[in-house]
């Protein structure tokens, strides 16, 4: 008889598990599928690319209807589990429980809202999910103003896509850099310039005080230096916090994510977490390698394999409004470590790299990301590229140092 199996959430790492699962033991589990979107998993990733325009959500679907009738998986869809019940392993829902032998929360993450005043005024929202697009979409449909609080990766998608559809878009960012978790000050300034090129304001240093509004309708934002940014649309991207008071509810061990072991158990052995709800060792995990690499986990573990998550060493590698952007590793400064920067700003060229006991530490490189594999591997497995060390910065494809296509300056700090 199969064994029972329960997944509230149908996000990226959710859709992978059961890749996995109906591939490599089709039949072994009765699935039941919750998820508080009234849809199947799509790729997050690609909302971005929605909003600009670029794609429809229908491409972004990665398991349609037919998929999950195709390998007999029960979709609860749009309908939010109000409970578990630990003892008598019950899921509860509004339209009936669900009994099961094993559990998986997926329930991935929320978006950060400011507890700004005004911040529950109409046309103020966040940006997570297919509705959030949707709104943006229609928004932009009537023109006008967006201001964007946030100068991470997905605030600068928001404002790219906005400013595509012709809003005319201000970004506020408290830091004093763009993504100043994934690039450094100069790296940082290069986007700032790309984006203001673009039509995009770009205040950063700026710290939102409160929100105008006009009739139950945001009118603008205001800044503690007085500044007035006035919009028909604020989006709020300033982060994500793991989405865990189903767990809480329960009574698992929570942190600042769902508590789980090398395996993915929580502190109940009957039930798994999995995706961006989880802290393991410390770590919360937003990007997507990680999550498939949990998935992978997962489905060996509930297939009775050895298996253990190792959070993997990750790069980031982006297209903000068509700047490529890499950076992996760690570059923070420090007395026992040297950098090689090659820097041409007139060409919106930069790469910064960072070297301990002849080892590559960190990369960070604008306008140019070619190669980004090669440097990601040699700060993965830590190699000696001592013997490499004057001509590193090319990449693997330039034996000898030449500055095109830079042109710029190519500078030694320790």
């Given at each position: 008889?199969?064994?029972?199996?329960?997944?509230?959430?149908?996000?990226?790492?959710?859709?992978?598990?059961?890749?996995?699962?109906?591939?490599?033991?089709?039949?072994?589990?009765?699935?039941?599928?919750?998820?508080?979107?009234?849809?199947?998993?799509?790729?997050?990733?690609?909302?971005?690319?929605?909003?600009?325009?670029?794609?429809?959500?229908?491409?972004?679907?990665?398991?349609?209807?037919?998929?999950?009738?195709?390998?007999?998986?029960?979709?609860r869809?749009?309908?939010?589990?109000?409970?578990i019940?630990?003892?008598?392993?019950?899921?509860?829902?509004?339209?009936?429980?669900?009994?099961?032998?094993?559990?998986?929360?997926?329930?991935?993450?929320?978006?950060?809202?400011?507890?700004?005043?005004?911040?529950?005024?109409?046309?103020?929202?966040?940006?997570?999910?297919?509705?959030?697009?949707?709104?943006?979409?229609?928004a932009?449909?009537?023109?006008?103003?967006?201001?964007?609080?946030?100068?991470?990766?997905?605030?600068?998608?928001?404002?790219?896509?906005?400013?595509?559809?012709?809003?005319?878009?201000?970004?506020?960012?408290?830091?004093?850099?763009?993504?100043?978790?994934?690039?450094?000050?100069?790296?940082?300034?290069?986007?700032?310039?790309?984006?203001?090129?673009?039509?995009?304001?770009?205040?950063?240093?700026?710290?939102?005080?409160?929100?105008?509004?006009?009739?139950?309708?945001?009118?603008a934002?205001?800044?503690?230096?007085?500044?007035?940014?006035?919009?028909?649309?604020?989006?709020?991207a300033?982060?994500?916090?793991?989405?865990?008071?189903?767990?809480?509810?329960?009574?698992?061990?929570?942190?600042?994510?769902?508590?789980?072991?090398?395996?993915?158990?929580?502190?109940?052995?009957?039930?798994?977490?999995?995706?961006?709800?989880?802290?393991?060792?410390?770590?919360?995990?937003?990007?997507?390698?990680?999550?498939?690499?949990?998935?992978?986990?997962?489905?060996?573990?509930?297939?009775?394999?050895?298996?253990?998550?190792?959070?993997?060493?990750?790069s980031?590698?982006?297209?903000?409004?068509?700047?490529?952007?890499?950076?992996?590793?760690?570059?923070?400064?420090?007395?026992?470590?040297?950098?090689?920067?090659?820097?041409?700003?007139?060409?919106?060229?930069?790469?910064?790299?960072?070297?301990?006991?002849?080892?590559?530490?960190?990369?960070?490189?604008?306008g140019?990301?070619?190669?980004?594999?090669?440097?990601?591997?040699?700060?993965?497995?830590?190699?000696?590229?001592?013997?490499?060390?004057?001509?590193?910065?090319?990449?693997?494809?330039?034996?000898?140092?030449?500055?095109?296509?830079y042109?710029?300056?190519?500078?030694?700090?320790?």
């Amino acid at each position: 008889m199969a064994e029972r199996l329960v997944i509230i959430g149908a996000g990226m790492a959710a859709g992978r598990l059961l890749d996995h699962l109906v591939e490599e033991a089709p039949g072994r589990y009765d699935i039941t599928l919750f998820n508080a979107e009234p849809r199947g998993t799509y790729n997050r990733i690609m909302l971005s690319p929605v909003l600009a325009g670029e794609t429809h959500f229908e491409e972004i679907v990665t398991h349609d209807d037919a998929w999950y009738a195709r390998h007999a998986i029960t979709c609860r869809f749009g309908e939010k589990v109000s409970g578990i019940d630990r003892e008598a392993k019950l899921v509860h829902a509004p339209n009936g429980d669900v009994p099961y032998d094993h559990l998986v929360i997926a329930t991935g993450s929320s978006p950060v809202m400011l507890p700004l005043p005004g911040a529950d005024l109409a046309g103020v929202i966040g940006y997570r999910d297919f509705e959030d697009t949707e709104a943006m979409i229609a928004a932009a449909s009537r023109g006008g103003r967006a201001v964007v609080i946030g100068g991470g990766l997905l605030g600068l998608e928001a404002a790219a896509g906005l400013a595509a559809r012709g809003m005319e878009v201000s970004v506020v960012h408290l830091m004093g850099h763009l993504m100043e978790r994934q690039l450094d000050p100069a790296a940082g300034f290069l986007l700032r310039k790309a984006l203001n090129d673009r039509g995009i304001r770009v205040i950063c240093g700026g710290v939102s005080k409160e929100i105008a509004g006009e009739n139950g309708q945001v009118r603008a934002l205001i800044l503690d230096d007085g500044t007035e940014l006035p919009c028909d649309l604020l989006v709020m991207a300033v982060g994500i916090r793991p989405a865990t008071a189903l767990a809480k509810e329960a009574g698992l061990a929570v942190g600042r994510g769902i508590l789980v072991d090398d395996q993915l158990h929580s502190s109940d052995p009957a039930i798994f977490g999995l995706g961006e709800c989880v802290e393991h060792d410390g770590q919360l995990f937003g990007l997507v390698a990680p999550l498939f690499d949990q998935a992978r986990v997962l489905a060996d573990v509930l297939q009775g394999r050895e298996a253990a998550f190792t959070p993997p060493e990750v790069s980031t590698k982006l297209k903000v409004t068509g700047c490529d952007i890499f950076s992996a590793g760690d570059f923070a400064p420090a007395e026992t470590r040297e950098e090689i920067v090659l820097s041409d700003p007139a060409r919106g060229a930069y790469r910064r790299l960072v070297l301990e006991d002849g080892r590559l530490k960190g990369a960070v490189f604008y306008g140019d990301s070619r190669d980004s594999g090669w440097f990601h591997d040699l700060i993965r497995t830590g190699a000696d590229v001592s013997a490499l060390r004057e001509t590193l910065i090319f990449g693997p494809a330039d034996p000898q140092p030449q500055p095109a296509p830079y042109g710029g300056l190519c500078s030694l700090t320790a």
